[in-house]
């Protein structure tokens, strides 16, 4: 038996939205379909206003160019997390402030984040790994008291909660990814959700390469003119015809996702049982939104051996990132404190075979060789 690690989902529908799409005069950025995903997020979630772009990569750009960040500020961020969130800020000449996880789950430790403020601190990055939420309270009274801003890296975290408020939706901005690997996808793509009154006018103006373009196209200016600095984030309107296919389909895709997390949870939990893995943790106030499903063994040469052994058995599990404080390209600028936390859950963490088409019978085949590993 062979089980990929993701399979992208994509309805035999697609074919014939990414046709209209074709036919219907223009596949260029902002067209029909990039307005009824941006309706569909603002109705289905509430979020203030939404803007598809290329990539979580180019929602992460845009937020840093609307957060001001100027060569010398400070931004405050996991080191667990993907290299977009500090290049977004580096390319602004930020200072990058790396904090810790929390001991069981690998979300940044706010208590971590008070003490890391200092006066050139302007902006906290929150990254809800997995769909599982950051401690958003005690992270946006922290930024309050201090006049910070608050980025929220919702990649993971379609229709994910805190409470009972979407992921993205609780700091001044929030980016979302649509890569194939996750639960809603175009291929690549991504999207950042505004929600600081300030920022509302100027995000579509850098979004549209610095211009008052979408301005224009709604007929409210008589032409359009650059007048901001900005870079073309949009996508094509065929990309964004993909998305809404997923988008229509989004709560079957859903109840799927999410049957499979606790299909994973309840077949893994007698290894947990016996000591010899970890379940993930979910947070009191977060939810389970189907994004992807790790376990954590207990040392880093378990999980290789693991890795190696679900390889061999044709089950191709992953492991995470590396930390960003200790990477090849940052451990000079690394001010030489430890983060044990993320040392350990990017050692430790293995990520299983995840999609939307994943059978039961398969599930129970990787819960079967993660067992004999263990056995033998």
């Known amino acids: 038996m062979k089980i990929p690690f993701n399979k992208p989902y994509l309805p035999v529908t697609a074919i014939g939205y990414l046709i209209r799409s074709a036919l219907s005069g223009t596949i260029a950025g902002n067209g029909k379909y990039t307005k009824r995903c941006h309706n569909f997020f603002e109705e289905q979630f509430g979020f203030r206003k939404v803007l598809l772009t290329t990539s979580c990569t180019d929602a992460l750009e845009m937020a840093s160019l609307?957060?001001?960040?100027?060569?010398?500020?400070?931004?405050?961020?996991?080191?667990?997390?993907?290299?977009?969130?500090?290049?977004?800020?580096?390319?602004?000449?930020?200072?990058?402030?790396?904090?810790?996880?929390?001991?069981?789950?690998?979300?940044?430790?706010?208590?971590?984040?008070?003490?890391?403020?200092?006066?050139?601190?302007?902006?906290i990055v929150a990254?809800?790994?997995?769909?599982?939420?950051?401690?958003?309270?005690?992270?946006?009274?922290?930024?309050?008291?201090?006049?910070?801003?608050?980025?929220?890296?919702?990649?993971?975290?379609?229709?994910?909660?805190?409470?009972?408020?979407?992921?993205?939706?609780?700091?001044?901005?929030?980016?979302?990814?649509?890569?194939?690997?996750?639960?809603?996808?175009?291929?690549?793509?991504?999207?950042?959700?505004?929600?600081?009154?300030?920022?509302?006018?100027?995000?579509?103006?850098?979004?549209?390469?610095?211009t008052n373009r979408a301005a224009f196209q709604r007929g409210e200016v008589d032409s359009y003119r650059w007048i901001d600095i900005g870079s073309s984030f949009l996508p094509s309107d065929a990309l964004a015809a993909l998305l809404y296919t997923q988008l229509r389909r989004f709560r079957q895709i859903q109840r799927r996702r999410k049957w499979i997390w606790w299909e994973y949870h309840e077949q893994l939990s007698h290894l947990e049982g016996k000591g010899y893995l970890l379940r993930p943790v979910i947070p009191e106030q977060a939810t389970v939104n189907g994004s992807l499903f790790y376990i954590t063994l207990k040392d880093k040469s378990t999980r290789d051996d693991l890795l190696n052994h679900l390889n061999t058995n044709g089950i191709q599990a992953v492991i995470h990132y590396f930390p960003l404080h200790s990477s090849p390209y940052f451990i000079k600028q690394h001010d030489g404190r430890q983060l044990p936390n993320t040392d350990r859950f990017s050692d430790t963490i293995l990520r299983l075979p995840f999609y939307y088409r994943l059978k039961t019978k398969e599930i129970a085949y990787i819960v079967k060789k993660i067992g004999e590993f263990f056995k033998s």
Request: hydrophobic letters at 40%; glycine letters at 8%.
């Open 66 to 123: 609307l957060t001001t960040i100027q060569p010398g500020d400070e931004v405050i961020l996991p080191s667990f997390t993907f290299m977009s969130n500090a290049n977004a800020f580096l390319l602004r000449g930020a200072k990058l402030v790396f904090a810790d996880t929390l001991e069981q789950v690998p979300t940044i430790d706010p208590a971590q984040i008070e003490k890391l403020i200092t006066p050139a601190t302007r902006v």
């Open 127 to 210: 990254v809800h790994y997995s769909g599982l939420a950051c401690e958003m309270d005690e992270i946006m009274t922290i930024a309050a008291r201090h006049n910070l801003l608050v980025v929220e890296d919702a990649a993971h975290a379609f229709e994910a909660y805190y409470k009972d408020e979407p992921l993205g939706s609780i700091g001044h901005l929030g980016t979302f990814s649509f890569h194939e690997t996750k639960n809603i996808t175009s291929g690549e793509g991504g999207m950042l959700s505004v929600n600081h009154t300030p920022f509302l006018s100027r995000a579509e103006s850098i979004w549209e390469k610095g």
